[in-house]
């Protein structure tokens, strides 16, 4: 299953418009990953286990600057770097990211 809006496609298990799923849905559940072996955002590394034809890779420290955070509220992309300072909440729309996330951050990204 995916959301589209504004040309970007978020694929998952039940994603909601603003790219929470099956498996992360609160309120603070509004960032979708593009995963860098596929270049398709999905909205959390469960998500592409289940429904990716292939293994997930990590996005190198070099690549911070690529465009791979999706913010569900507003739909503006995100350099890595962006996200990781963000300090939990968008920096262009200022809401609330789930500060949880950090802890799987090891799945996403080589820090």
Not at 15 to 21: A, G, N, S
Not at 34 to 49: A, Q
Not at 55 to 79: H, M, N, T, V, Y
Request: aromatic residues 12%; contains cysteine.
């Amino acid at each position: 299953m995916s959301v589209s809006s504004n040309d970007v496609i978020v694929y998952g298990i039940d994603v909601d418009p603003e790219t929470r799923c099956e498996h992360w849905h609160s309120s603070l559940d509004i960032v979708a990953i593009k995963f860098k072996c596929c270049g398709e955002f999905y909205s959390c590394y469960e998500c592409h286990n289940a429904v990716a034809d292939h293994p997930a890779q990590q996005w190198l420290a070099e690549e911070f600057s690529c465009l791979a955070i999706l913010c569900g509220r507003c739909r503006s992309q995100l350099k890595i770097s962006e996200y990781l300072g963000s300090s939990a909440a968008c920096p262009r729309c200022s809401a609330a990211f789930n500060p949880g996330c950090a802890k799987h951050y090891d799945l996403y990204f080589r820090i």
